[in-house]
Each structure stands twice: as C-alpha cells, then as structure tokens.
C-alpha cells in the first residue's frame, strides 16, 4: 500500500468544490491504519455558537470514507451506507480532529471507528460509519493509490 506521503496529496486534490473545501477540513494524514483530519470550529457552528453536530457528521465521514477509499485500492470506490455519530459536548473554538480506527476491513465492507476531539484532547463526538466497496464503473473521480 501506498505510504502517507503520497496518499496526503492524492485525496486533497479531490477537495476543490466540495464541502470538504467549504468546511475548511484540513487533511494530517492519510495511510492503511488511520486518516486524521482537522475542522476549525469557527464558520461551522449553529446559531447557537456550538459546533453543528452536522458539520461533526460530515468532518466523520470524509476521514471514515478516505480510510475506506484508501483499503478499496485501485480501480474500486467506497460509499457510505450508514453513518451514526453520538455527539458528547460541545466545542465553541479552535479546531476538532477525527481520527479513524478500522473495525472491519472486507472485500465487499468496511467499517471505521472516528474519535472526533477539541484541542484540548476532549472526545467532542464518536462516530461509526460503514462503507460498501465496489469496482469502479468509470463514473466517478478515480480512486487514490498506489
């Protein structure tokens, strides 16, 4: 499998236009056992002044489907069949940053745990999100990898 340091410039360059690029989510890294990305808080929250729990959901997603996108290797795509996310408190500054752990890596599935935390390492939201892996039909952007 392709190392961090290629995979890192591969999956940003899939940013442009997308929320990923709207929420400001900045990918750390990217290899076979974790993606750990960051979100700044500020342009994010609810009108309350708190993080939007969808914005949580979404920071989740987006490392949980690269994590799966990064195990499909080439030539396959993941898609997200089923997100839940429990959120734990608040956060109202700095950034929040999910980190995936990898519960179930099959041919056809893949499930991944994310821990979302603020800056001072308090657990803000867990997540799980399962992916289904399919072979690419041309359709859609290519896959990263080696």
Do not use: K, W, Y
């Not at 979302?116 to 290519?142: F, N, W």
Request: glycine share 12%; hydrophobic share 40%; with cysteine.
């Amino acid at each position: 499998m392709t190392d961090t340091d290629d995979l890192v410039p591969a999956l940003r360059a899939t940013f442009p236009g997308t929320l990923i690029e709207r929420l400001g989510i900045e990918l750390l890294a990217a290899g076979p056992e974790h993606v750990v990305a960051r979100m700044p808080v500020a342009g994010n929250t609810q009108p309350h002044g708190m993080l939007h729990g969808g914005a949580t959901a979404a920071l989740a997603e987006t490392v949980g489907s690269f994590a799966a996108t990064i195990h499909a290797g080439p030539g396959r795509v993941a898609v997200g069949t089923e997100l839940s996310a429990t959120h734990h408190r608040p956060a109202r500054e700095g950034h929040v940053t999910a980190t995936t752990t990898a519960l179930h890596r099959g041919r056809r599935t893949a499930t991944f745990d994310v821990a979302v935390v603020d800056d001072a390492g308090r657990r803000v939201c867990t997540a799980r999100l399962s992916c289904m892996i399919l072979d690419r039909d041309g359709a859609g952007p290519a896959t990263p990898g080696p």
